[in-house]
């Protein structure tokens, strides 16, 4: 199966940055794209930014040109670059992995245990 881990969240003022980090681990499959989700307190949780293998990414309305994914697909590592942070990025910042089992066709999604990035002065 695959393992995935996240890092870098942390307290930052309005306008700050952070940098997040992401690895996913495992010989059963084959990771395609990896991204990043957010859930606050109270909301559903949603979709900040993806990459796929090719590098190709899509980015959420409300953090484009502010944040920007970057992979290394030797390491299968993700990584999210937060500037010009805003309160209303406060959440817990989810890392997704998605693989196709070797030999199969299926996709399957893995999630790390998430890290609390919060906003505020």
């Known amino acids: 199966q695959v393992q995935v881990a996240e890092s870098g969240g942390g307290l930052v003022q309005p306008g700050g940055s952070l940098r997040l980090s992401c690895t996913a681990s495992g010989s059963i499959f084959s990771i395609n794209a990896m991204g990043w989700y957010r859930q606050a307190p109270g909301k559903q949780r949603e979709l900040v930014a993806v990459?796929?293998?090719?590098?190709?990414?899509n980015y959420a309305d409300s953090v484009k040109g502010r944040f920007t994914i970057a992979r290394d697909n030797a390491k299968n590592t993700v990584y999210l670059q937060m500037n010009n942070l805003k309160p209303e990025d406060t959440a817990v910042y989810y890392c997704?992995?998605?693989?196709?089992?070797?030999?199969?066709?299926?996709?399957?999604?893995?999630w790390g245990q998430g890290t609390q990035v919060t906003v505020s002065s």
């Open positions: 990459i796929t293998s090719a590098s190709s990414t």
């Open positions: 997704n992995a998605r693989g196709v089992r070797i030999g199969n066709f299926i996709y399957s999604d893995f």
